[in-house]
């Protein structure tokens, strides 16, 4: 058994989200993200894997691929379907989510 505290080890930086790698394996990994207030993750996408954003602290708004925009806060989990492009910016306090992807981007893991 692994033990991770979701909300332990936030870093925050005044230029730009901060992302942790939070546990990696063959079968997926965690990430935890650290925002700032209106601080903003650009539009991208994961061309392997579903995307799922489990918030933890704080509220932002959360942009789909099809045009579909939602304002989440603690306690919400957001999916997003493999290689769907999506965005994220933090309101006006601190926004950490963690992400769970399925697979490792390093061979031999």
């Not at 939602?70 to 933090?90: F, M, Q, R, W």
């Amino acid at each position: 058994m692994e033990y991770v505290n979701l909300l332990s080890g936030i870093e925050y930086n005044e230029s730009h989200p901060i992302a942790r790698s939070i546990h990696v394996d063959k079968n997926g990994r965690l990430l935890q993200f650290a925002l700032l207030p209106e601080q903003e993750i650009k539009e991208h996408s994961s061309p392997s894997s579903p995307v799922y954003l489990l918030v933890l602290k704080g509220e932002g708004v959360f942009k789909g691929g099809d045009g579909s925009e939602e304002t989440a806060g603690a306690g919400s989990i957001l999916i997003y379907d493999v290689n769907e492009k999506h965005s994220i910016k933090a309101g006006d306090e601190e926004l950490v989510f963690v992400a769970i992807l399925h697979g490792s981007p390093r061979k031999g893991d």
